[in-house]
Every structure is written in structure tokens, then in C-alpha cells.
């Protein structure tokens, strides 16, 4: 049998096919523009709520002034893994600044978040121990799972009684880790992280929690989810992303020396793999200091998702339990979320379609998120968009 055979036969590769046909295929797009909360695609301008920019920083003069910087000083490229020639002065200040940010012993900054839960689950979960992840984990947790040497099993969504029986199913003498997002990214719903916390204690597990979309948007200052509930020293291991509220790209773990010290020198992806970039680093940096300066920007943020999501609840939308500023529309099936997509985009606004097999095939949603930089006269706008959109396709 001919290795390539099975691409001729993917189904949604067929019909990825025809929607670049017919003019309505969603992906790939390229941006000619961005200013942050509005993006020219095809000559037309178009109200960004695609974005993991919670804070807007991307455009933020002190972050982009510390990439330019760094890039005069250290040039483009580490060439090299931490491990070896491609530490710098850098990133031993963006660990020490993070972990003391998240009230944490030591930090570790990996060069993608991707990378960052891939080589820390694997790390941690060796033969014998037992991953316990959501349903809707990040599918780098999963890929970390399947990496490693141990097992995974994985319970419904947020739901404790089913992480209870996974737990109470697990043999005493398994090292047990949970790990869960904490903001999830496609239902932008939360943890229930004091739950969890008595049920990791009460079954002796440790717990890792993926806050990528809650550094910035949850808690004092942006600290995130186990601050956001008063846990921060019940989460035994905190992960996040630079490519989100950091503007940035990169990610990292935070939590007792002794184990960052571990993954420091077992974790794969970071011992093979160059270093996050000076410019990349630098951004970090000076977004994180932004975060601590201008605590005002969290406020909005809240206020701009707060708008939407009651918004589009009036209008009749099918939003799910988001509680933050991501918020899906579920439209289910596959056909009609790309029609509405297309309207909107036609209308004015843009936002991620996220389609099987990306989620289960009943699933298909339009993923919106928000920035502390959109103004409330873009959302007003955004809102009439979408009630015009949602009548002609039929959703409302
Ligand atoms: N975890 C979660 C929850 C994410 O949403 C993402 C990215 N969307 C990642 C990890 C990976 O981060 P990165 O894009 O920085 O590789």
C-alpha cells in the first residue's frame, strides 16, 4: 500500500477542498495588517476577536521597545538550548521575576508553550504513574501523556464526581499528577480548583495547572487561577505561555526548586530544542512588568468580555458556561459554523471556527476572545455584526 493513499482519503481534507472552492475556507488567512484589536485580510479592515492578545500588548511601546533592545544587544537568535550556549543573563531574570510573581521557589522558560507541556508531563509521569487529565485539556497536556512512559486516564469535564472515580480507581501505589487548565481554551470556563485541591489531597495526587489563558486575565495582577481561589500554594506545578497575554512566544512552569531543578535537566523538549529567542524573552520581560504597572488593563478587559457575553446571551446565542474572555458560540454543525463565519467575516468582524477533528463531530463552535484594548464602541458594532449574521444563517 502506497504510504500516501490515506491523504487522498481523509474526509476533511476533501472538504477542506471544497470550501477553498466555493471561497469560504477559514484558515490560514493572511494578516496584511494588525494593530492589535482591528486586522486588514484581503484589503478589508475587520474587528479582531480572535486573538489570545487579552492585554493588547503586542503593540505595547515598552514591549516593543525590549524586543528591539534585546535584538541590538544579543542579536536574533540564541543558536543554542539552555542546557548548553543558549542561556542568557535574560532568561534567568524572566525565571526569577516569574516565580517570584506567582509566589512560586524557581521558574523555568521553555521556548513554546507547546514544548513546555510536552517535556514537563513527560518528565514527570514515568512508568507506572498515572496522568489524570480533563477531557478538554490543551492537546499539548495529551501529547506530554502520550510521550511519556506512564499512563493517562482522563474524566468528563469538570465534572468531580467522575475525577473522583478516576482517582479512587488508580492503584495506592501509582504517583498520581492531575492536570487541568485552568481557563479552558475553546469553553472559556474555569477549574474548579478548591474541588479538585480536596481531591488531589484526599487520594494523595499532585496537581499542574495550565493557566495559558488565565496569567493576565485571572487574579491579583493576572497571577492566575490558583490566586484567582486562594491556592497558590496547593498547586504543586503553574504552566503558561508567553504567546498569549505576554505577547510574546515561549512558556513556562513554575514551582518548588527541586522540581524545576528535575525537569531543568530531564525534560526533553528543553534540553533539545535552542532557547527562546533575546526578542522573545525581552517582550516577556517587559509584559510582565506591564501587567504589575497597569492593573487597569485587567479591569477592561473584564468590562469588554463582561459586554459581549451578555450581549450575545440577550441576542440568543448558545454560549456555553463561559466566565471569561473567551467566549465560544456553539453552532454544532460543521457546514453552518463556516457560513456564519463567513458572514461575519463578510460583515466585518474575525473569528476562529474551530471544526471537527478538532473537537467531537457535535462540537463545532466559533471561538471568540477579547483584549483589553477593544473599545466598547467595537463591541457595539461586533454585537450588531453578529445579530445580523446569526438571523441570515439562521442560528438565531
Ligand atoms: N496550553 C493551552 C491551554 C493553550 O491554549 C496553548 C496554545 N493555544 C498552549 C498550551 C500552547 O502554547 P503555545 O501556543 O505557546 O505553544
Known amino acids: 500500500m502506497d504510504l500516501f493513499d490515506k491523504i487522498k482519503k481523509a474526509e476533511y481534507l476533501q472538504e477542506a477542498r471544497i470550501a477553498i472552492d466555493q471561497g469560504i475556507y477559514p484558515f490560514f488567512l493572511p494578516l496584511e495588517e494588525t494593530e492589535g484589536t482591528e486586522v486588514i485580510i484581503n484589503g478589508r479592515r475587520l474587528i479582531m476577536l480572535g486573538s489570545n492578545n487579552y492585554l493588547g500588548l503586542t503593540t505595547h511601546p515598552k514591549v516593543k521597545e525590549a524586543a528591539i533592545k534585546a535584538i541590538k544587544e544579543y542579536g536574533t537568535s540564541c543558536t543554542g538550548s539552555r542546557f548548553m550556549n543558549g542561556t542568557l543573563k535574560l532568561h534567568k531574570e524572566l525565571e526569577e521575576k516569574l516565580a517570584e510573581f506567582l509566589h512560586k521557589e524557581a521558574a523555568l522558560v521553555f521556548s513554546t508553550g507547546y514544548q513546555t507541556n510536552l517535556g514537563t508531563i513527560s518528565a514527570l509521569i514515568g512508568k507506572g504513574d498515572i496522568a489524570i487529565t480533563d477531557k478538554e485539556d490543551h492537546a499539548s ?45 475553546m ?24 493557566d495559558a489563558h488565565s496569567i493576565g486575565v485571572l487574579g491579583d495582577h493576572g497571577r492566575g487561577t490558583a490566586n484567582h481561589f486562594g491556592l497558590e500554594d496547593k498547586v504543586d506545578i503553574i504552566m503558561g505561555t508567553f504567546s498569549k497575554s505576554f505577547a510574546s512566544l515561549g512558556g513556562f512552569i513554575a514551582g518548588d526548586e527541586e522540581v524545576i531543578f528535575y525537569i531543568q535537566h530531564t525534560a526533553r523538549s528543553f534540553i533539545f530544542s535552542a532557547s527562546m529567542s533575546p526578542a522573545n524573552t525581552a517582550a516577556a520581560l517587559a509584559a ?82 477579547y483584549m483589553a484594548t477593544h473599545t466598547e464602541e467595537q463591541i457595539d458594532r461586533a454585537l450588531e455584526i453578529f445579530e445580523k449574521a446569526g438571523k441570515k444563517v439562521g442560528i438565531i
Not at 187 to 206: F, H, M, T
Not at 327 to 354: A, Q, S
Open 187 to 210: 469553553a472559556g470556563d474555569i477549574a474548579p480548583l478548591p474541588e479538585i485541591v480536596k481531591l488531589c489531597e484526599k487520594y494523595g495526587a499532585r496537581l499542574m495547572v495550565d
Open 288 to 369: 510582565l512588568e506591564v501587567m504589575q504597572e497597569e492593573p487597569e488593563r485587567i479591569d477592561h478587559l473584564w468590562k469588554i468580555a463582561n459586554r459581549m457575553r451578555e450581549g450575545l446571551k440577550s441576542l440568543g446565542f448558545d454560549i456555553g458556561n463561559s466566565c471569561t474572555p473567551i467566549i465560544p458560540i456553539y453552532i454544532r454543525d460543521r457546514w453552518k459554523t463556516i457560513y456564519m463565519w463567513k458572514e461575519l467575516f463578510d460583515l466585518g468582524v474575525y473569528c476562529n471556527p474551530v471544526l471537527p477533528p478538532g473537537v467531537p463531530p457535535n462540537q463545532s463552535l466559533l471561538r471568540t476572545s
Open 141 to 185: 497536556i495529551i501529547d506530554g501523556c502520550r510521550l511519556s512512559q506512564g499512563e493517562m486516564r482522563r474524566f468528563k469535564h469538570n465534572d468531580m464526581e467522575d475525577l473522583e472515580k478516576v482517582l479512587a480507581s488508580c492503584p495506592d501505589n501509582a504517583g498520581k499528577l492531575v492536570i487541568v487548565d485552568g481557563v479552558f481554551s
